[in-house]
């Protein structure tokens, strides 16, 4: 219990208004956003496409933090937003001190690395399976280029 009460500490309130990126593909993950409220559209800018949108009491941006490997998706505000926001720096930092959390992490981690998802309870923002992630989803290639405009 005491890992969490340090957690919260770290813990920063962010807005975000109406076609605001909150990050994009390819950028380093560094942080971890809660949604408290509003909308954010998950989008593959590369093809065009739109994923989903995510809304009050979902969180995006864990997977590039805790695997290490750089965005895979854009993060765009459909309207005021406001989160929460964690930074890698923090999560782990906060982490040193607790050798379950650690342990957890480096779980995470592993699973990831063998793209396991099941560890961060996550689903794919498309079929919401728990064994893919949207850019990897059988449906994907249905959904992708250009329901985006250009």
Excluded: W
Aim: charged content about 30%; some cysteine.
């Amino acid at each position: 219990m005491d890992f969490l009460i340090e957690l919260t500490a770290f813990f920063h309130k962010v807005t975000f208004v109406a076609d605001d990126f909150i990050f994009m593909e390819k950028d380093r993950a560094e942080n971890i956003y809660y949604i408290i409220q509003g909308k954010v559209a998950m989008i593959h800018k590369q093809s065009h496409t739109f994923i989903t949108d995510l809304g009050k009491d979902q969180y995006f941006g864990e997977i590039g933090v805790f695997s290490g490997q750089s965005r895979q998706l854009s993060a765009k505000s459909r309207d005021f937003t406001e989160a929460y926001r964690i930074t890698k720096e923090n999560l782990f930092g906060c982490c040193e001190n607790y050798i379950e959390a650690i342990t957890a992490i480096r779980n995470i981690k592993e699973s990831l690395d063998n793209q396991n998802y099941k560890p961060l309870k996550m689903r794919c923002y498309i079929c919401r399976e728990m064994d893919h992630v949207a850019l990897k989803c059988p449906r994907f290639n249905k959904c992708k280029e250009g329901n985006l405009m250009r």
